[in-house]
């Protein structure tokens, strides 16, 4: 497989393309993130029950490697399609970015976040759900420093670039196959002047200054 894009690759301002027509297949959706600077792989659109009958389960990687095999190489990606013509499309989250996931279904909610700690949360770039429950990604600038999901109450997980990725539109929920949406993909990742909690006193300001710096080198 010829990758020609990596993790740190994807350019944030020309990723979301504009347009995303529903009569499309998904492989031409796929196909334009790719031109658009932005690595995709294959994910399963529903459970898979494997030869040791064992089940994988929807929005798990098709590729052996997950996310690894993120590419914006067009052969691939028309590989994959070809051969899973249905398949949701992932994306690795950048380096520099985090997502807080929020699943309803499972608890999570901006009220259970806000009654954990009170931090009001900027505008920034949003994935809608196609479950149609309120379940959303917010994707930020990622601060320099350890962060951990423990602090964080049931149903909202959180994803850091270069270890997870997320489901983009317009993949069709698994349970009621209507699609994910994007939502202001006219803005850039919101920074977090702080993070609930911040045991750890990182002045979460000065760290995304750091990090920026990092990247630019």
Known sequence: MVQTNNLNACDERIAEPREHRPDWPMIRHAIRYAE??????????????MPDGKTKGAKSPYTKNGFLDATTN???????????????????????????????????????LWDRCPVELPVTLMVLSGRLDGGHHLF?????????????PG???????????????????PVTGQ??????????PAVLLRLPPNRGGIDYKESHARAAEEVRR
């Open 140 to 152: 930020f600038q990622r601060p320099l420093g350890p962060l951990t999901s423990t602090w964080l």
């Open 179 to 188: 699609p994910y949406m994007w939502r202001y993909s006219n803005v850039q």
């Open 155 to 173: 149903g909202i997980d959180l994803r850091l670039g270069g270890k997870h990725y997320t489901i983009i539109p317009p993949s069709r929920h």
């Open 74 to 112: 067009t052969a691939d990606i028309k590989a994959w399609w070809t051969r899973w013509p249905g398949a949701l499309i992932g994306s690795p989250v950048h380096r520099d970015q985090m997502c807080l996931d929020f699943d309803p279904y499972h608890g999570g909610g901006r009220d259970v």
């Open 36 to 49: 658009a600077g932005r690595p995709v792989f294959p994910c399963l659109e529903r459970d898979l029950v």
